[in-house]
């Protein structure tokens, strides 16, 4: 992490779609903020923001879930978001590759694992 990161992660390649929905200590952002946005990334760098109402179903308002139920939907609503450059064929390449830990309470996420402490 570096400044120009504003504390997140920077992936510099990836044989996909990335979906920045933001980050919030002890919750998932696109939850308290669904009036925010959020950024997906293609595998060529090009980036493409939405509002969150158009990228999660808020019908159960503590459990948001994608409001694309494929990732068939997914495309097409990207493309029709972002225009034909941006590159949904990962998209269309076969099983959903994706952390289900977005759609666990935080709670029940597992913390990362501590690093190794000298002996005493």
């Known amino acids: 992490m570096t400044a120009l990161t504003q504390g997140g992660v920077v992936f510099k390649r990836f044989e996909g779609v990335v979906l920045d929905a933001g980050w919030g200590r002890g919750e998932v952002a696109f939850r308290k903020s669904p009036d925010g946005e959020s950024t997906f990334m293609d595998r060529g760098g090009r980036t493409c923001s939405a509002p969150n109402r158009e990228v999660f179903s808020y019908e159960d308002r503590l ?7 494929s990732d068939t939907e997914l495309a097409r609503f990207l493309t029709a978001r972002c225009g034909p450059e941006f590159d949904v064929a990962p998209l269309q390449a076969g099983p959903r590759r994706a952390d289900i830990s ?3 309470p935080p709670s029940t996420v597992p913390p990362p694992p501590r690093r190794p402490q000298p002996p005493r």
Not at 63 to 69: D, K, T
Request: proline letters at 10%; hydrophobic letters at 50%.
């Open 63 to 69: 459990h948001p879930v994608l409001a694309h139920g």
């Open 102 to 104: 977005v759609l666990e």
